[in-house]
């Protein structure tokens, strides 16, 4: 299960759970757009817990989206990533790499005031 939700002007939160098929991904991915419309330097916090991972349908619904879904990660600066696993924290900053722009930094499950302290922090916007 994926949700998102809108959290004030420049903002939106995402949960990851369970089990991620494409229909599931359909209306997540439709829903971040939708509400990620007119953001500019936003921030995300994305929690992660108790994943399996996305089915092949999924992957495929998501693929299929990447121009637009690179159109909308350009409104955000910066993405924590709150998660107990290891291998998703490290590839989650290696993502971050690899997008012009975007800042994500990842943080153990008991991070979440870190987390938001660094959404938050001044010395983010200004790490661009």
Known sequence: MLTVTQNGPNRIDLELSGKLDK???KIALDEIITKSEGIQHGKMLYRIHDLNLPTLGALGVEIARLPTLFKTIKGFDR????????WLRKASEFEGALIPGLDIKAFAAEGETDAEAWLLSESAVAEH
Do not use: F, G, H, N
């Open 23 to 25: 229909a599931t991904m």
């Open 79 to 86: 993405v924590a990533v709150i998660t107990d696993k290891k």
